[in-house]
Nanobody, 120 residues
Framework: QVQLVESGGGLVQPGGSLRLSCAASGRIFRINDMGWYRQAPGKQRDMVAT???????NYADSVKGRFTISRDNSKNTVYLQMNSLRPEDTADYYCNADLLTTQTIRRTYWGQGTQVSVSS
């Protein structure tokens, strides 16, 4: 079994910062892409940022220049540094990993989500 465990969410004022972490554990042969997605109440889940195993990144237009995704392959962990937070960033944030549990078995896993609230 594979688990993705997120941490770092919370309540922050507009303009503030938060850093999310997501650690993958369990039967892991190799992790390919990792990413962060978010879902606000009543809305669909949208991509926030993704990162390949080689470090190439992709961001939603709404977070470019404010959020930074990174990963530590030695720890099977992905991070999301969120700066200049806005009320519209309020959502549940989910970690995602495309990984192989063996040389041939590939699946996408999701974390349980962590809540981010931006409010004064």
């Amino acid at each position: 079994q594979v688990q993705l465990v997120e941490s770092g969410g919370g309540l922050v004022q507009p303009g503030g910062s938060l850093r999310l972490s997501c650690a993958a554990s369990g039967r892991i042969f190799r992790i390919n892409d990792m990413g962060w997605y978010r879902q606000a109440p009543g809305k669909q889940r949208d991509m926030v940022a993704t990162i390949t195993s080689g470090g190439s990144t992709n961001y939603a237009d709404s977070v470019k220049g404010r959020f930074t995704i990174s990963r530590d392959n030695s720890k099977n962990t992905v991070y999301l540094q969120m700066n200049s937070l806005r009320p519209e960033d309020t959502a549940d944030y989910y970690c995602n990993a495309d990984l192989l549990t063996t040389q041939t078995i590939r699946r996408t896993y999701w974390g349980q989500g962590t809540q981010v609230s931006v409010s004064s």
